[in-house]
């Protein structure tokens, strides 16, 4: 009973946490997305700018389809972590190939 009692006063502090921590994450994959559209699409192809918003929507949508069973291999940070990680090399590259354009 202690248990149940302890789980509903720490788990919703948890569960908010998680979720501000989705929605950041998401919100700086959908700006890396937005400054390579501004680098690459919108100088070579003559395309408008798309705000980060749209992308923001764009990669909730995707999310959404395509979700996937966590993998049990991984620990919780570690994905976080593969995530940021991903996100800043890509946006890194992105930006020393925007010289070359």
């Known amino acids: 009973m202690r248990d149940k009692i302890l789980m509903g006063i720490v788990a919703p502090p948890i569960i908010a946490f998680l979720l501000a921590l989705l929605i950041a994450l998401t919100f700086f994959r959908a700006w890396v ?4 559209w501004g680098w690459y699409a919108v100088p070579i192809f003559s395309a408008q700018a798309v705000p980060t918003i749209a992308f923001f929507g764009a990669l909730i949508a995707l999310m959404l389809l395509r979700a996937e069973k966590p993998k049990s291999d991984k620990s919780f940070w570690r994905l ?3 995530h940021v990680a991903i996100s800043g090399f890509a946006l890194g590259f992105a930006y020393v190939g925007s010289f070359f354009v």
């Open 80 to 82: 976080i972590w593969d």
């Open 33 to 36: 997305l937005h400054m390579i």
